[in-house]
């Protein structure tokens, strides 16, 4: 559910509620605070869950790079090697 979605629910919910006895709009009031702190509670645990998923992400591609740049640099020693034998073998 959206914010906006919430927000509408939240304002019916109070039109209804304005139209209840006192006692029960007490009850009711409670419980629409407690179901707004759960929401707000839940869009904080969410952020928190994107912020980790970001960073994690920027590690992983960090490390894709470091990778490659490791490979080719390998590849350029295991082609260095490869030129240095084939030039001892056409000396021999």
Known sequence: ?????????????????????????ASLGRQLAAD??????????FAGQMH????????LVFDLEATRRENRYLRRLIDAQA???AEEDDDM
């Open 36 to 45: 707004e702190e759960t929401h707000q509670d839940g869009a904080g645990a």
């Open 83 to 85: 030129r240095s034998q």
């Open 1 to 25: 559910m959206d914010e906006r979605i919430f927000q509408t629910r939240c304002a019916s919910l109070l039109e209804a509620m304005a139209q209840l006895p006192e006692s029960v709009r």
């Open 52 to 59: 980790a998923m970001r960073l994690g992400l920027t590690y």
